[in-house]
C-alpha cells in the first residue's frame, strides 16, 4: 500500500474524500493513539491495507469505509481478498498456500 501511496493516485472523487475526511476526524478525535498520518493520506485516495497484524478498531474503519465505497483497492490478507469478510469484485491471490 505505501509503495502504490507513493505514486499520489487518488481513487476517489472529491466528494468521496470528504466523506472519508469527515470518518477520520472522528475516529481521530476517539483513537488517536491509532490515528496516524501515513494511514489516513493513503486512505484520502481510497487506499488501504487490512491484515492480522493491525490494531482492530483501524481495521473495523477500513471495512466500513470499504463497504462504504468509499476505499476502492485494499492490500488484504487471504480471507478478505477471497471475500469472507467484504465483498471484493476482483482479488489477485499470489500463491494457493502459505509459505
Known sequence: AEEVGTQRVSLVTDPEKL???EKLKIFAAKHKEVATEDRFRLALRG????HA???PLWKSLIEELYQEGLIK????TETLAAGINMPARTTVITAMSKR
Open 53 to 55: 497484524g493491525m490494531i
Open 73 to 76: 483497492v485494499v492490500f488484504a
Open 19 to 21: 466523506r472519508i475526511m
Open 47 to 50: 487506499i488501504a491495507s487490512h
